[in-house]
């Protein structure tokens, strides 16, 4: 009799798990048409092997920008929200790789009943355990959780890149910005110069008044520069400031500092790697995987359930006795359920799931696309 159960129980778990299985998401051949196989426009480009360029900006010539996007990364409120996002994720993922084993609980109680003038104890201790086994609807859960969990850790990445990127052009566009003050200043001292030699020589009667015109045009043209290229200064300054969370006062916009070079080896992927590894791609990869999962889930609601579990304990009337003859207790349950009634809900939600999956596909292609 044991045997026969379990050779049910066995095949009921088999035809339980293989009842639906997560559908494989590929990249289709209306994908690679939208991933270029080589650099269009650069046919002499030689490609080599990609460099790692997670934290571009510590390879460029100037230590201040390394300084300030890693103070960016600390302070800045998207990083910390997608850093949040992160956590949760993992901590969701944990919860539903949970779901795929029994739980197991342990339980003491303590109680005393009167009645008619007489009294009475009961102590017990014991394990409860339980398995719920589903048509792979928690393996899709668990598969969905991690899905997420990777479209998190994408999220995080595009932000930092983000926020670096925005950083470390500001910073340059500073530097450009203090550049052309410099000149501009440079130049309006050495063209009032040239208006005061013209205009002493438009009065010694030795060139015309249009020489004169000419110097002071150009001359006020440099002067009216000037507070443009500082008001430029202040406002990639204050930009600055924000993006890493501090005042405009603690950025210093010195002008002696030479415009950042980027780095001369960098090394050149192919562009269909490239855009694979970026992290609005690998999001949107990783949300079609997480849909995919769902869909599966929901499909799994479809199909039979099964719920096994048991308990073993010790009771008596006084704690001391607990683990003699006769305090031992034991039980065991199964049950199955089968859905046969909802109104058409549970196809309904199938048809969500799908719809969604559906929708994660178009959002990867669009990524593909916005990123080529």
């Known amino acids: 009799m044991r045997k026969s159960t379990g050779l049910v129980l066995s095949l009921l778990f088999g035809a339980l798990s293989g009842c639906v299985s997560i559908p494989q998401f590929q990249i289709t051949e209306q994908d690679k048409k939208v991933i270029p196989s080589q650099w269009s426009g650069s ?5 080599s092997k990609a ?7 510590s390879t460029w010539s100037d230590p201040e920008i390394a300084r300030l996007v890693a103070a960016s990364q600390a302070a800045n409120t998207d990083v910390r929200s997608s850093q949040e996002n992160l956590r949760y994720a993992q901590a969701s993922m944990t919860v539903a790789n949970a779901g795929l084993f029994p739980t ?3 339980n003491y109680r303590a109680s005393r009943s009167h009645s008619l003038g007489h009294g009475s104890n009961t102590f017990s201790i014991g394990l409860n355990v339980s398995w719920t086994i589903d048509a792979g609807g928690r393996f899709a ?3 969905a959780a991690f899905s997420d969990y990777l479209s998190s850790q994408a999220s995080l990445g595009e932000v930092r890149t983000r926020i670096a990127a925005e950083v470390a052009g500001a910073y340059v566009n500073m530097r450009l910005a203090q550049k052309r003050l410099d000149v501009a200043q440079e130049n309006a001292k050495t063209q009032q110069e ?3 030699i013209a205009n002493w020589r438009y009065l010694s009667g030795l060139v015309p008044s249009t020489d004169v015109d000419q110097a002071r045009t150009s001359f006020e043209q440099t002067r009216a520069s000037i507070p443009v290229y500082r008001a430029q200064v202040m406002q990639y300054r204050n930009l600055i400031a924000r993006l890493i969370g501090t005042t405009p006062e603690a950025v210093n916009p010195t002008s002696t500092a030479p415009i950042p070079q980027p780095p001369r080896n960098l090394a050149l992927s192919s562009p269909g790697e490239t855009l694979r590894n970026r992290p609005a791609v690998r999001m949107a990869e990783a949300k079609v995987m997480s849909a995919l999962a769902r869909y599966a889930q929901a499909k799994s609601a479809l199909f039979p359930s099964l719920s096994i579990g048991g308990s ?3 009771s008596g009337p006084i704690m001391g006795q607990l683990g003699e003859w006769g305090t031992h207790n034991s039980n065991g349950f199964g049950s199955l359920t089968l859905p046969i009634f909802n109104a058409g809900s ?6 969500q799931r799908d719809a969604q999956a559906a929708q994660a596909k178009i959002d990867y292609e669009a990524s593909l696309l916005g990123s080529g």
């Open 43 to 47: 046919p002499a480009l030689e490609t």
């Open 51 to 57: 460099a790692d360029l997670s934290e571009w900006w």
């Open 104 to 106: 197991l609980d342990g």
């Open 141 to 143: 859960s668990s598969e």
């Open 194 to 196: 040239a208006l005061d």
């Open 312 to 314: 073993f304990g010790l």
């Open 346 to 351: 549970l196809m309904a939600q199938v048809e």
